[in-house]
């Protein structure tokens, strides 16, 4: 106990403090999603039961907390409005 009295107590506080913001640091990195993906692009041939076709499409897919998302780039049988049909992303030819 001698031993702690010789030291200034706010070398000990901030000892404490660089401790329990190391602390956090590791609880954030082991809180991180390990499958978590980076978007990239893909190219997928798909058949379109709406046209009665099957085309290829460039998709840009990632994964984020175990679940794939996916957004259309290019499709060549897209509507007129621009939107490419969603049954079409999602059955492979």
Do not use: K
Request: charged letters at 20%.
């Amino acid at each position: 106990m001698l031993l702690v009295a010789a030291y200034d107590p706010y070398v000990l506080l901030s000892l404490f403090i660089s401790f329990l913001l190391t602390l956090c640091l590791v609880i954030l990195f082991a809180m991180r999603d390990p499958h978590a993906v980076p978007p990239h692009r893909i190219s997928r041939r798909v058949w379109c039961a709406g046209r009665q076709r099957s085309t290829r499409v460039d998709f840009i897919e990632w994964v984020d907390t175990g679940m794939v998302h996916r957004s259309v780039q290019q499709c060549a049988l897209r509507g007129a409005d621009g939107r490419c049909d969603g049954a079409c992303g999602r059955q492979p030819a």
